[in-house]
């Protein structure tokens, strides 16, 4: 009898539960599109476009049967073209909806694949004004490859030598001013160059003396005699110690502290040395002459007050060695431009002494100059189209080329922060290019968080 009861209850307790499901079904409200009838089709599940197809080819089909037959190469196309665009299907009629779309339970976004899937972002390519963005007159500037006659200091001011005149172009004012005009037995200037306190010029000139002086108080601080016998057409500083090259092919090494100044006489060059660079380390210096030599001299094998055996002595050029430019972001890596004769740039490995790559540019190469922003290089050249040309290194695709001067561009000069060439042409006259563009604002740096009870020592 328990049991009865039990299964009699059990029985009306399993129609009170099956009820309530059936009643909700009934009373739900039908959606207008779901169609429950198997037999009658779903327009709005159909693909009318595949339909009308798949019944043409049919019809084609019986009224040509010779044009089914076609080459296993053709059948194969077909199916493959047929399972792309998922063409295999043989129904044409729908009866029921088309399934939903699957929810994502990650989104995709954060998933996995879709980090490595993701493009990376291109950065935007640089705008390079093709025009200069100032032009002065450079009057009397001496048309003269040997020479050095524009530099740029790093407190931001220019200096030019027009004939025997040293200007001073201060670009954070816009003010020009003259530092100094050399007497004509002396004159005119043949070089000029910054020391790296942006504070003091040295003068070469063109009766073998060079003269230092500090430009704020306009004073001629020394002159430095007896070291060459004729014009000194290039310097280059390091530290406190400033070189000179000569037309006599020498080289010299004066440290301005002292009453002596010569410490050491680099001997190796036949003709005038019409290019001097020292290393970004001032370990190594590079000087290129008239008799189309590249020498690379190291500090460490010299001996004072005497003739010092260069390190490396590179004969591939086939004309004058002027332009020369040690690569900012690679500090063996030097850069050197030939003259008329022979027209290319050469990268060299100052270590090994070998030649890395040569380019024939197709004119004169004047100067070089390394983008300190971007792995670029910026030459200055001469007859025929007289252009400042843009490289991309290493591969040394062309960028951009810069025209605007009317004769060779015999100098170039860069801003302290790198964006801005200045450049100096026979032309008379000076242009100011916006080249490099501004450089990469560097991202402050995030705040380490620190972990909670850090401060605690843990317990192992």
Not at 202 to 220: F, H, I, M, P, Y
Not at 258 to 275: F, L, N, S
Request: net charge positive.
């Amino acid at each position: 009898m328990d049991a009865g009861s039990m299964n009699s209850s059990s029985s009306s307790n399993l129609k009170g539960q099956s009820k309530c499901p059936l009643q909700e079904q009934f009373l739900r409200r039908r959606n207008s599109k779901e169609n429950l009838d198997r037999f009658i089709p779903n327009r709005s599940a159909m693909d009318f476009d595949f339909a009308h197809y798949m019944l043409n080819e049919a019809k084609k089909g019986k009224e040509n049967p010779n044009s089914v037959i076609s080459s296993p190469a053709r059948e194969a196309y077909r199916r493959q073209l047929a399972e792309t665009f998922n063409m295999n299907r043989t129904r044409i009629l729908a009866f029921k909806n088309k399934a939903p779309t699957p929810v994502e339970l990650i989104p995709q976004s954060h998933s996995l694949t879709s980090s490595v899937n993701q493009p990376k972002l291109v950065k935007q390519r640089r705008h390079i004004p093709q025009t200069s963005e100032k032009t002065l007159d450079a009057p009397d500037l001496v048309d003269d490859y040997y020479l050095n006659l524009l530099d740029w200091g790093s407190s931001n001011v220019l200096a030019i030598a027009l004939g025997s005149t040293v200007y001073l172009w201060d670009a954070s004012t816009a003010s020009t001013s003259e530092l100094v005009t050399i007497d004509d037995d002396k004159g005119p200037v043949t070089s000029v160059s910054w020391a790296p306190d942006g504070r003091h010029i040295a003068l070469g000139l063109n009766n073998s003396e060079v003269q230092l002086w500090d430009s704020t108080a306009n004073k001629q601080l020394r002159t430095l005699r007896g070291g060459h016998r004729s014009r000194v057409g290039s310097l280059a500083w390091n530290n406190h110690i400033l070189t000179t090259g000569g037309m006599d092919g020498k080289i010299i090494n004066n440290d301005v502290r002292i009453r002596d100044p010569v410490v050491e006489t680099y001997r190796g060059h036949t003709q005038e040395v019409c290019g001097l660079k020292w290393s970004a380390s001032g370990q190594q210096l590079a000087s290129g002459g008239n008799d189309n030599l590249l020498h690379i001299w190291d500090r460490s094998v010299a001996s004072s007050n005497a003739a010092t055996q260069w390190l490396h002595r590179l004969e591939e050029h086939t004309s004058a060695v002027k332009a020369l430019a040690w690569c900012p972001f690679q500090g063996n890596l030097l850069a050197t431009g030939g003259g008329g004769g022979d027209r290319c740039i050469k990268f060299w490995n100052t270590h090994t002494g070998a030649c890395l790559n040569s380019i024939d540019t197709g004119s004169q190469v004047c100067a070089l100059l390394w983008n300190k922003n971007e792995r670029e290089l910026l030459s200055s050249h001469g007859f025929t189209q007289n252009q400042l040309t843009l490289w991309k290194y290493p591969s040394m695709v062309k960028t951009a080329e810069l025209t605007g001067h009317t004769s060779r561009v015999l100098f170039m000069a860069q801003s302290p922060d790198g964006c801005t060439v200045a450049s100096a042409a026979a032309d008379e006259t000076l242009r100011f290019w916006n080249v490099f563009g501004a450089p990469e604002v560097a991202k402050p740096a995030t705040k380490a968080v620190r972990e909670p009870f850090s401060q605690v020592n843990r317990i192992r």
